[in-house]
């Protein structure tokens, strides 16, 4: 994305801004301000659902301590996630790499959970056509997976724009806004494991 | 290189194509206005015949000119039109058009993204409209209520190009929303504060900040009827346990939001023309900020309103009514300070003042008759009937079309450089009021009487016949002054009166810098000292206007523009067609999601394509000097 007319030089220099902040900072935060709400329909839908429609029994189709691992996998990709941005803005450019690439592993860690979880799910008589409980479910989650892949895409290209000098401790910033987009996802994930997983199962 | 003032209409150097090229490339904040504003336009109008249509069938009893079916996917189109092509994205039109202007901005914080909202749009309207040449359109209204639009009840393949259309348009709606909340937040001008900003610019901001809450919303449910039409998801199938009202929750928790984004830009264009032609400050500026931040907070909480009648219980039904009486409150305090603003003004009765005005007239008429259906028991008899179709025209067309016809007169001549005619704009104001009002206020009584909305058709005996003769009468009438105005435009950028750079002795920015403006907008970033910043600034002579004195109102042109300390160099945006690339591949994959994987397929392939292509060009070109 661009930056704005710049008073002078070039694309290093950023244009003084009224609230100091990088133009696509301000876009992230927003982005994800409004991503709140998309999620917040999906989750307020499943809820909604699940209170009140006969549907598969979840607590028998879920499998809590894989779930609770695939988390845990999650969180910690948050860790190296912010061990990447520290180390571009400190200008340690190898060992940033290390902590994207490992971001970048640990998320495609999480989504071949989701896939592992998504089949044992259907082979279970849970699925997206079998009532609206199981239509919400997949909704959401897979929603979710597909924030995780777009994150992962984002992460594994900076990865390589790295090694191409595209990203240098000047525009650190790129790194520091796919960290935002990758805690947001994570704490989305922590959310949806609490409704969803936890109390969702013990509703009906 | 120097860039002469009036980009706008520099004539191509390499023929027709290399302006054509011009205007696919563009990042210019103002083209884009300008590309939004004959887009909205000509929906506008296709709207407009698609209701002339449906009233030559309602204009007699047994009426024949259409069949059910046809009458349906009219009505169904011209409200979605209405309200998605033409109403949500008045606030693009009208951001583009003047808000870097307003804010002292050389343009927004993101060209590109700008530009490839305008494509979405573009191409989202085609989508929505695709139906009727793929053999029918929707027509199940243009709330779509799930499960009447699922496939066991509608299965007509409109019905795919509304929900597709919808989510594309939702993306363009949104993506515009970011870019300039972002730019409002980050761009302004030096001491431009917040309690500083010109009121258009605060109600587009409101705007914005509904758009980015309440379109997610709707995104979520048309991916529902999405998933439920293609894939045999079962979130609106009653049978599986599915319920109806899970559609009308999340269609109203983004719909009402949705109504305050379709009339809050119109309350932003009145509350900068009335003190312009008043010759006054806007009264109770605070207010008014604090009015509109009232309306969008309460906004997100008045939803079930439109569900009264379906059984939520009294609870329900009490709190609702209370929230909905509740946000009448700051949009009287609105009322009242436009009149408190006109009272005691020399008041110049210009065309864009008599739009105005009329605006608040009829918003008050709007307003009283939803006070009366925000009572559930009054509501109960007046749901579903031509009450309500009423109510909400006086609102979307007497508050919003009015004002954006108020807003066009008014700004459009800072971006075509000429000026609309008065005697010709007098004739499309009379026309449209008088045509206006003999549409649609019989049809309150109507209501009253007993006529349902959406029907077809009606037996003679009903005794309906009178009036509604009457109201396609007045829709013609209606349809004339429309004719007049799209003549006047045409004819202004031939024939029109040069605009000078401050035709209504304005006070904002915009009116600063010469009309067209230059590319770049601002020679130097102009300093704000106060709110009217240009007003100010004329008062204390401190600068004249730039580039030829104005019409009408003589201000001598004085010393000229201060030079600054050591010219500047600007760095445009580069212009590039790959927004309008991504934009394709996006409409391509909608499309393939209707007809074939293989076509999905493409239109990704394109869109991944343009992604990295943006990821890649440098955005910026080389320095323009911005004075010779
Ligand atoms: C050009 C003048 C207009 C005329 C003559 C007109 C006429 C009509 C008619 C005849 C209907 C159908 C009533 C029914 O069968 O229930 C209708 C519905 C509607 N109109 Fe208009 N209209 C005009 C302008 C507008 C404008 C400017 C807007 C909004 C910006 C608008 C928004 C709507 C909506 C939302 C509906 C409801 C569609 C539905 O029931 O799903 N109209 N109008
Ligand atoms: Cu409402």
Redesign the pocket.
């Known amino acids: 994305m661009e930056k704005s007319l710049t008073p002078h030089g070039h694309e290093a220099v950023h244009p003084p801004t009224t609230t100091g902040e990088d133009h696509r900072k301000v876009l992230m935060w927003l982005f994800l301000a409004s991503d709140v709400l998309f999620f917040g329909s999906l989750i307020a839908t499943f809820v909604a659902y699940a209170q009140r429609v006969p549907h598969t029994p979840l607590h028998e189709v879920f499998n809590i301590p894989i779930t609770s691992w695939s988390a845990f996998v999650l969180l910690m990709s948050s860790v190296t996630m912010a061990l990447a941005v520290w180390s571009a803005h400190s200008g340690k450019m190898g060992l940033m790499r290390i902590y994207l690439l490992a971001t970048v592993l640990l998320g495609v860690h999480f989504l071949a959970d989701q896939g592992y979880e998504f089949y044992h799910f259907t082979l279970d008589g849970f699925t997206p056509r079998v009532n609206p409980v199981g239509s919400a479910f997949f909704t959401l989650t897979g929603f979710h997976g597909a924030h995780v892949t777009v994150g992962v895409l984002w992460l594994f290209s900076l990865f390589l724009a790295s090694f191409r000098g595209g990203i240098t401790p000047k525009n650190a910033i790129w790194v520091e806004i796919a960290g935002l987009y990758w805690h947001f996802v994570d704490v989305v994930w922590i959310v949806i494991f609490a409704v969803v997983y936890l109390i969702g199962a013990s509703f009906y | 290189m120097a860039v002469s003032a009036g980009t706008l209409r520099r004539p191509a150097e390499g023929g027709l194509w290399s302006t054509v090229w011009e205007w696919l490339t563009t990042v210019d904040h103002k083209r884009i206005g300008l590309l939004y504003f004959w887009t909205v336009l000509f929906w506008f109008l296709l ?2 015949v698609e ?2 249509i ?2 030559l069938q ?1 204009a007699r009893p047994d009426a024949g000119v259409l069949t059910p079916a046809v009458y349906n996917q009219l ?2 189109m ?2 979605t039109l ?2 998605f092509l ?2 949500t994205p008045a606030a693009s039109v009208f951001a583009n058009m003047v808000l870097p202007l307003m804010i002292g901005a050389r343009d927004v914080a993101f060209p590109r993204l700008n530009a490839l909202s305008y494509w979405v749009f573009l191409f989202g309207g085609i989508l929505l409209n695709a139906g009727w040449l793929a053999g029918g359109a929707f027509d199940v ?3 779509g209520y799930a499960n009447m639009s699922t496939r066991p009840f509608t299965q007509s393949i409109g019905a795919n190009f509304w929900v597709m259309g919808l989510i594309v348009l939702g993306l363009s709606t949104m993506a515009s929303a970011f870019n300039f909340l972002v730019t409002i937040i980050n761009m302004r001008a030096p001491g431009m504060t917040l309690m500083r900003m010109p009121l258009m610019v605060w109600a587009l901001t409101v705007v914005f900040i509904l758009v980015i809450f309440a379109f997610p919303v709707l995104t979520v449910a048309l991916i529902f009827l999405w998933f439920d039409r293609f894939y045999g998801t079962r979130f609106f199938d009653v049978a599986a346990g599915g319920n109806v009202f899970l559609w009308q929750h999340l269609f109203w928790v983004f719909g009402h939001p949705e109504v305050y984004i ?1 009339i809050l830009p119109a309350f932003g264009i009145l509350s900068e023309v009335i003190p312009t032609f008043s010759r006054k400050p806007i009264f109770g500026y605070s207010t008014m900020v604090l009015a509109m931040g009232a309306i969008a907070f309460l906004g997100f909480s008045v939803w079930a309103h439109h569900m009264f009648t379906t059984g939520m219980g009294p609870v329900g039904n009490f709190a609702f009514s209370l929230s909905t009486m509740l946000i009448a409150i700051p949009t009287g305090v609105k009322v009242f300070n436009w009149l408190a603003t006109m009272w005691g003004g020399r008041i110049r009765w210009r065309v864009p003042m008599l739009f105005a005005g009329a605006t608040v007239l009829l918003f008050i008429l709007g307003g009283l008759s939803g006070m009366m259906h925000a009572s559930p028991p009054i509501d109960s008899q007046q749901q579903d009937t031509y009450f309500v ?1 009423a109510h ?2 006086y609102v ?2 007497g508050g ?2 009015m004002a954006m016809f108020a807003g066009v007169y008014y700004w459009l001549p800072k971006l075509t450089g000429r000026l609309l005619d008065e005697g010709l704009g007098k004739w499309h104001f009379w026309l449209t009021f008088i045509g206006f009002n003999l ?1 649609f206020f019989p049809m309150h009584i109507l209501g009253a009487l007993g006529m349902p ?3 077809y058709t009606y037996p003679a005996e009903a005794g309906w016949g009178g009036l509604n003769l009457l109201i396609t009468i007045g ?1 013609y009438i ?2 004339l002054g429309i004719l007049v105005f799209a003549y006047n435009l045409l004819r202004s950028l031939r024939k029109g009166e040069p605009a000078g750079s401050d035709p209504w002795d304005g006070r904002t920015l915009e009116w600063s810098i010469p009309s067209p403006p230059p590319e770049y907008n601002f020679e130097e970033i102009p300093v704000v000292h106060g709110r009217d910043a240009w007003w100010e600034q004329k008062r204390q002579r401190r600068v004249a206007p730039v580039g030829g004195g104005s019409n009408g109102d003589p201000h001598a042109p004085g010393e000229g523009h201060q030079p600054g300390p050591g010219r500047e160099v600007i760095h445009l945006p580069k212009p590039s067609i790959i927004p309008l690339v991504l934009a394709l591949g996006l409409a391509v994959a909608g499309v393939g999601t209707i007809y074939h994987p293989a076509v999905i397929a493409l239109g990704l392939a394109i869109t991944i394509g343009a992604i990295v292509a943006w990821a890649i060009e440098p955005p910026l070109q080389g320095a323009v000097h911005s004075k010779e």
Do not use: K, S
Request: glycine letters at 12%; charged letters at 10%; aromatic letters at 12%.
């Open positions: 709207a407009g209701a002339l449906l009233r309602l009505y169904t011209h409200g209405m309200v033409v109403g209204g243009w709330t379709l179709v909400f025209h979307l067309f919003l079309v549409t909305r959406r029907i829709a209606l349809a």
